[in-house]
Structures are given as C-alpha cells and as structure tokens.
C-alpha cells in the first residue's frame, strides 16, 4: 500500500498508508488483520528443543486404544505380582509341603529382587532401542512360562522345580515394572499423565492383594492330608497359567510401541528428534550426574524396599502373635494393598491438577513413617481389628507413593527416557528390598517381629530426610507448558509507536 508522502512509496507488509503529521513525526496505524496474527517471540527457534526446531506445528492427539494398551498391561503385570507373593502368604503351608525352611520360602519372594539388579539394564536398553511392544511381549511371555513351569512343581520333592519357575517370573517381572511410565508418557496426554501411571501401577498392587486374599483360600493348611494339599496347589497353579496365556494372546494383538500421533507436546518434540542422537549409556551417566535424581533413587529405594519386606514377611509378623490365623492374614495384606491402590489413584488425580510433586512425595513419606509406626507398636495388642485398621492407614500411603516416586524422577529427568529413570528406580528398590528382607527377616525369627519393624522405621525417616533435600525441577512440565504464551493475540497498544523524523523505513 503506497503512502501519501511526497517522498518514494514505501510498502509495510499489511500496514496502512502513512500519514504526514505537522510536527514532522510519523504515525503507524495496522491493519485490523494484524491484530489477529500469531507474533512469535524473536528468539523463540533459539529457546526451543532440537526436534522442535523442526517443526512450527507440533500436531498431538489421544487415541482410545491408550485404554486398551493400559487396560492389558495392567492385567498381566497383576499376575505377575500374584506370582510373586503367592508363596509368602502361607509360608508355613509351603514350608510343611516342601518340607523346606522359612528362609527357603523367603527366597521364592527374594528371588524377584535379585533377578531384577543385574538384568534391568539390559531390559532397559531393550525398551529404548526395540520399543514398547517387544518389552510388553517378553514380559507378557515369560510370566506365561513360569506360570506353566509351576504346573510340573507339584509335589513334596520338586521345591527346586517351582524355583525354576519362579526365576522365570522373575526374569519377566524386569520387562514390566519400567513400564508404567512409558505408556503413560507414550500414549497419555498432559492432564491425565500421572493418573495414567498410577493405575498402570495399580495392576500391579491389584496382583499383590488378591495374591494376599486367594492363596489362603484355595490352599488351607491340611497339614494332615498332603494329597489334599498338593491338589489344592495345582488348582492354583493352573488357574494362573490359563489367565496369564490369554493376556499374553492380548499383549501380542492390544500393545503397540506410540501411537500414530503424540499425545503430549514434550512427546512430540521427542520423536522428531533424531534418534541416531540417542546414546543408552550417555542417557544412564546423565541420570547419575543428576543430584536430585540420586536422591530420589535412594529414598525411593528404602520407601519400596520397605513395602516388599513387610509383603513378604507379613504371615510371619502375623502368625508369631496370632497362631492359626492364616487367612487372615491374608485378608490384612490384602487391606494393606486395597488401601494403597486407592492412595495411587488418589495421589496421581493430585499430581495432575497441581503438579505439586516434591510437596506430595514429602507428606506421603511422613505419613508412610507415622503408619509403620503406629503399625509396629500395635501388632501384639491382641486385637486383629486393630491391625486391620493400621495396616490399612500404612498401605495408603507407603503403597500410594509408588506412582508418585516414577512420575517425580521422570519429570526431573526429562528428556532422558522413561524407561530408564524407572528401571533404576525399581532397581534400587529391588536392592533395599533384598536387603531389608533378609534382615528384617533375621531380625523377626531371632528377636520377634518389633525388632524388624524398628530397623524399617529407622531407614525410612532418613528416607524422609533425603526427600526434603531433593530439589525439584519439572522439566517435562515445562516443555508441555511453554505454549501458553505462543500463539495469544496481541493488543493494539503493542503496536502504537512513532518512528524519528526522516527516518528510513
């Protein structure tokens, strides 16, 4: 648009005509148009990611399948975690079929912990370099195996049999607990994230109660009738191998790797990056250079060690003070676990409405220390309903923190992969709860159950002192964040200025 100056025409994009004012100066009006225009910030390419130089646009969209990936996953990490627990429950049964020690029956529990150290870091590269899908088949597959192995295992002379088989669910457990994180970042958006990763944990606490509440009822103590017993036990075993077949004939049609389009913007900015750039040993040096993350793995370790130690050693806790209680003993694991599930959903709905990570990971593990506590020095009271009432309020929060802990690291981590912020996590987990199992249980057969449970105590108010000293810093938040301020319409006061008399334009 020419202006209606007596000097040359000069044209401005969509400005309108200049016009000459008395005083020499020159006013600039806009189009009305402009005013509607996105107006980027000038440095706005250099503040972006490199994969989101790329890409002016970054498309995302949810897909329903992410329910169906979510739903599968949890229901086969269930039943690797009732697998797991389904010996410790009713140690004494076993003890009596096998004709083993309690410390033999342990190792059926320990042995999930010691499987998972030295493999998780092969399982995490997996996950990196071959993707989601063919981590959800090994460990699908696996824990279908094992549960099959457990078939053949039934009889007074085959402990080493069900062993065999229980290393084999071990094996499998290292595919899945890295993953909760992964699909949620992979297939969830922003607002429903954390609530995507605690229900993919849920699967796995759901597993751990009905594996308090089931093997009580299908194998009672019929110490006088072995036949009884190992027939009680085949059912068992059995019913777990045909549920666990037919998850892994879901996994194999359900899971994919991503979907077509990102759900999140810190995804999308993600895969258009150059994957030729990804190291899996540069990843895990600079998660171990991240003091915050450090932190994080220590107090989650303890917190989580603590938690498999007290499901592992929970029948004998109970049965020292109340004999022939059994069943319900399952029942009060059970009230531990429920309780906890619910403290996992509730504590991921939080997490996505306020993103108050470091605050919620800190009041948990108060709490979760006040509750052992109060659960430690009210176990030889006498009264099962008091038990039932502790062992609830401890599984709501110690049991709660475990989602909470796997979406701290991975916001403090970011960009590094989920999958392996969450593999270390779980390894140092396995770690303290090696440890403390082996310990606690030592200490409970020599000195009773309230020696154990004050050496847990002791190591989880350190945890809460490591906690308080993590400092936190939502790098993924603020990728998903950062584009609230792109793309607002602008005033037309940011564009009234006066340009100096006889200045070139």
């Known amino acids: 648009i020419t202006p209606t100056l007596q000097k040359p025409a000069v044209v401005i994009g969509n400005v309108a005509p200049l016009q000459s004012l008395s005083n020499g100066s020159v006013h600039i009006t806009l189009d009305p148009k402009t005013l509607e225009q996105e107006l980027p910030p000038p440095d706005e390419k250099e503040a972006m990611?490199?994969?989101e130089q790329n890409n002016e646009a970054l498309e995302t969209r949810l897909y329903w399948r992410r329910f169906a990936v979510l739903a599968v996953f949890s229901l086969y990490s269930l039943v690797n975690a009732f697998q797991w627990i389904q010996y410790s429950i009713i140690?004494?049964?076993?003890?009596?079929?096998?004709?083993?020690?309690?410390?033999?029956?342990?190792?059926?529990?320990?042995?999930?912990?010691?499987?998972?150290?030295?493999?998780?870091?092969?399982a995490t590269w997996l996950l990196d370099k071959k993707g989601l899908r063919m981590t959800a088949l090994l460990g699908a597959g696996l824990?279908?195996?094992?549960?099959?192995?457990?078939?053949?295992?039934v009889g007074p002379?085959?402990?080493?049999?069900?062993?065999?088989?229980?290393?084999?669910?071990?094996?499998?457990?290292?595919?899945?607990?890295?993953?909760?994180s992964r699909i949620a970042s992979v297939w969830f958006g922003p607002r429903e994230v954390s609530t995507a990763c605690a229900t993919a944990v849920l699967g796995n606490q759901l597993g751990v109660a009905i594996g308090f509440l089931l093997p009580p009822v299908l194998v009672p103590n019929t110490a006088d009738d072995k036949d009884l017993m190992g027939h009680n036990i085949s059912i068992m075993f059995y019913?777990?191998?045909?549920?666990?077949?037919?998850?892994?004939?879901?996994?194999?049609?359900?899971?994919?790797?991503?979907?077509?389009?990102?759900?999140?913007?810190?995804?999308?900015?993600?895969?258009?990056?150059?994957?030729?750039?990804?190291?899996?040993?540069?990843?895990i040096i600079n998660l171990f250079k991240n003091k915050p993350f450090i932190l994080l793995l220590i107090s989650?370790?303890?917190?989580?060690?603590?938690?498999?130690?007290?499901?592992?050693?929970?029948?004998?806790?109970?049965?020292?003070?109340?004999?022939?209680?059994?069943?319900?003993?399952?029942?009060?694991?059970?009230?531990?676990?429920?309780?906890?599930?619910?403290?996992?959903?509730?504590?991921?709905?939080?997490?996505?409405?306020?993103?108050?990570?470091?605050?919620?990971?800190?009041?948990?593990?108060?709490?979760?220390?006040?509750?052992?506590?109060?659960?430690?020095?009210?176990?030889?009271?006498?009264?099962?309903l008091v038990i039932f009432f502790t062992a609830g309020v401890l599984g709501f929060f110690m049991t709660g923190y475990?989602?909470?802990?796997?979406?701290?690291?991975?916001?403090?981590?970011?960009?590094?992969?989920?999958?392996?912020?969450?593999?270390?996590?779980?390894?140092?987990?396995?770690?303290?709860?090696?440890?403390?199992?082996?310990?606690?249980?030592?200490?409970?057969?020599?000195?009773?159950?309230?020696?154990?449970?004050?050496?847990?105590?002791?190591?989880?108010?350190?945890?809460?002192?490591?906690?308080?000293?993590?400092k936190s810093d939502l790098k993924r938040h603020g990728v998903n964040m950062s584009s609230i301020n792109k793309g607002q319409a602008v005033s037309s006061s940011d564009f009234n200025f006066h340009l100096p008399h006889q200045t070139s334009i």
């Not at 824990?143 to 295992?153: I, Q």
């Not at 049999?161 to 899945?176: G, H, K, P, R």
């Not at 759900?263 to 190291?279: I, M, W």
């Not at 004999?323 to 531990?336: A, D, F, S």
Request: charged share 10%; with cysteine; glycine share 10%.
């Open 300 to 384: 989650y370790g303890i917190m989580t060690g603590s938690f498999y130690s007290v499901s592992t050693l929970l029948n004998q806790m109970i049965i020292t003070h109340y004999p022939g209680e059994e069943l319900n003993t399952g029942r009060i694991g059970l009230t531990l676990v429920v309780a906890g599930m619910f403290g996992s959903i509730l504590c991921g709905i939080w997490l996505d409405r306020t993103k108050t990570y470091k605050l919620t990971t800190l009041i948990v593990y108060v709490l979760s220390f006040i509750g052992m506590v109060v659960f430690t020095f009210t176990l030889n009271l006498g009264n099962l």
């Open 239 to 283: 019913g777990t191998a045909g549920v666990s077949t037919l998850l892994f004939l879901l996994t194999i049609f359900v899971i994919k790797d991503r979907p077509p389009l990102p759900p999140s913007k810190a995804q999308a900015v993600l895969s258009t990056g150059p994957a030729e750039d990804y190291s899996y040993k540069k990843s």
């Open 157 to 180: 002379g085959l402990f080493w049999v069900t062993m065999s088989a229980q290393i084999i669910c071990s094996v499998a457990q290292v595919f899945i607990l890295g993953l909760p």
């Open 91 to 122: 140690t004494n049964i076993f003890m009596d079929y096998y004709n083993v020690s309690s410390i033999a029956i342990d190792w059926l529990s320990v042995v999930y912990m010691v499987a998972y150290v030295p493999l998780i870091f092969p």
């Open 402 to 470: 475990l989602p909470i802990g796997f979406e701290f690291g991975v916001e403090i981590t970011y960009p590094e992969s989920e999958g392996t912020s969450s593999g270390l996590l779980n390894a140092f987990a396995q770690v303290f709860g090696i440890i403390f199992t082996l310990i606690q249980g030592q200490l409970t057969t020599d000195y009773g159950p309230l020696s154990g449970n004050i050496f847990l105590c002791a190591w989880i108010l350190l945890g809460i002192v490591l906690t308080a000293l993590i």
């Open 143 to 153: 824990n279908a195996l094992g549960a099959w192995v457990k078939c053949a295992s």
């Open 49 to 51: 990611l490199p994969g």
